[in-house]
Nanobody, 117 residues
Framework: QVQLVESGGGLVQAGGTLRLSCASS????????MGWYRQAPGKQREFVAG???????DYGDSVKGRFTISFDNAKNILYLQMDNLKPEDTAVYYC???????????WGQGTQVTVSS
């Protein structure tokens, strides 16, 4: 099992910054990929950013150049640094982990990010 707990969401003005954290615990050594997804009201959950166990990163087109994903191996914390935030970034942000050997996906409870114009 893998447990994920997000924090760091909040209300920020357009152009501002936030850093989300996802504390992970359990069988972290089995995790192959971790990432962030978001879901705005009335919309489907979408991919924001991801990082593999080989430290390869990937980003959704709408956040490239503004968001940065990273993982602290010593603390088992996944981060999402969000710069130059826009109102369209408003959503609930979810931390995600995937274990290929188990074909299992794990999700955190989500943290709300609201960007005012």
């Amino acid at each position: 099992q893998v447990q994920l707990v997000e924090s760091g969401g909040g209300l920020v003005q357009a152009g501002g910054t936030l850093r989300l954290s996802c504390a992970s615990s359990g069988n972290i050594a089995m995790v192959n990929d971790m990432g962030w997804y978001r879901q705005a009201p009335g919309k489907q959950r979408e991919f924001v950013a991801g990082v593999t166990s080989e430290s390869t990163t990937d980003y959704g087109d709408s956040v490239k150049g503004r968001f940065t994903i990273s993982f602290d191996n010593a603390k088992n914390i996944l981060y999402l640094q969000m710069d130059n935030l826009k109102p369209e970034d408003t959503a609930v942000y979810y931390c995600h982990a995937h274990v290929r050997e188990w074909a299992r996906d794990y999700w955190g409870q989500g943290t709300q990010v609201t960007v005012s114009s």
